[in-house]
C-alpha cells in the first residue's frame, strides 16, 4: 500500500523544482510583459504602436522555433535541453541592462522567443514524463498553477519595482530570478526509463513527425480556438475597462481571475482524473463563455470582477487539461512532440485571435468582440464534446473487441 502511494505521489523534489523554475521564468516573463512598453515610450523615446512590437517579435519567433522545439528534445534530451534553455533566457535577460536603441531591444525580445519557446516545451514535457499516470490531469493541473501564479505575481513584482526603482535595477532583480531559476533546473531529473527513452530518437534529420505529433492534432487544434477568444482577455481587458471608467478596477481582474483559478484547480484536476476530461473540460468551456458574456455586458467594477471569476474558472482548467489530452493521445517517447503540438496552435490561436479581435474593435465594439468569443466558446464546446465521446466510444470498443 505504501509503495503505490509512493508511486502515485505529485509532490516530489523534481516535481518541486521543476515547478518552482517554471514560476521564475514565467514571472520574469510577465514582468518584461507589462513593463517593457512603458520603458519603450519613457526611456527609449518610441511611440505607443512601436511599444507593441516588443511583444509582437518575442511571440513571432516563439511560433517560429516552436515546431523543432520537440525535435531539440529528441536530440539533446530533456534535462540537458531544459537546463540550456534557462541558461540562454538567463543570459538573455542579464543583456537587458545595456540595450542601448529600440532595434536592439526587438532583436533581443526575437533572440529571447526563441529560449522562451524551447524552455516551455521542455518544462511541459518534462513535467508530463514525472506526473504518475494515475493523477496526471491533477499533476499537470498544480504544475500550470505555476504559470498562473506568475500572471499576478510578474506585473506586480514590475510595475512596483518600477515605483521606486530605475528599469536597470529591475532588469538586474529580473536576472538574478533568473540564476534561482537556472538552479532549480538543475535539481530536477527524469525517471530513468523515460531518460533512457530519449537516446532512440537522436538522428539530426527532420521529418513532418519530428515536427508534430499527428495523434495530438485534433485537440491541438481546439486549444487553438480557445487561443483566439482568450486573446481578448490578453490583449484588451485593460483598454476596455478604462473606456468603460473601470481602469481602477482593472488592476484586479487579473488577481481575481488567478485566485479563483488557484482555489478550484486541486478540485477540477481531481475530477479530470476520477471522472474524465469530458466531464471537466466541456463545463469548463461553457463557463468560460459566459464569463466573456459577462464581459460584454460589463458596465460596472461589480460586474468586471464577476466576469473575472467565471473566466477564471473556466479557463483555469482548460490549458493543462489539453496538455494532458494531448500527452495521451500518443506514446511517452512522444510527449515532447504532443506538447510542442498543442502549443504552436495555442501560440497560433492567441496571435490569430489578437489580430482579428483588433479589427472587431476597430469596426464593431469592444462589447461585439466579447460576444463573439463567446460564441466560438460555445462551439468549441460543442466540437470537443464530440471529439471526447466518439473517444470514449472507440476506447470502450477497442477494450471489449
Known sequence: ????????????????????????????????????PIYVIEDLGESASNAGLVVTFMLASAIIVRPFSAKVLDIV?????LIISVSLFTITTFIYLWVPSFVFLLVLRFIHGISFSIVTTATSAIAADIVPEARKGAGMGYFAMAMNLAVVVGPFIGLTILQFMSFTTFFLILSILMLISVGMSLLVHLPKEKAAGQQAQSSLAITLSDLIEIKAIPVALISGLVGIAYASILSFVPVYAEEKGLATTASYFFLVFAVVMIVFRPYLGRAFDEKGARFVLVPSLIIFSVGLFALGIT???????????????GYGTLLPGFQTLSV???????????????????DLGIAIGAGIWGAVIANLSFEAMYFSGASLILVTAGILYVLLTRQQKKAYVTKFT
Not at 518541486?16 to 517593457?36: E, H, M, N, R
Not at 534530451?77 to 535541453?81: E, L, N, S, V
Not at 493521445?329 to 495555442?346: K, L, M, Q, V
Open 1 to 36: 500500500m505504501n509503495q503505490v502511494t509512493s508511486q502515485e505521489r505529485i509532490w516530489t523534489k523534481n516535481f518541486i523544482s521543476l515547478a518552482l523554475t517554471q514560476l521564475l521564468l514565467f514571472t520574469v516573463f510577465y514582468s518584461l510583459l507589462t513593463t517593457l
Open 77 to 81: 534530451g530533456k534535462r540537458k535541453t
Open 299 to 313: 458596465t460596472g467594477s461589480v460586474m468586471l470582477l464577476l466576469a473575472a471569476g467565471l473566466i477564471g474558472l
Open 328 to 346: 495521451q493521445s500518443t506514446t511517452g517517447d512522444r510527449s515532447g512532440h504532443a506538447i510542442s503540438t498543442f502549443f504552436i496552435f495555442y
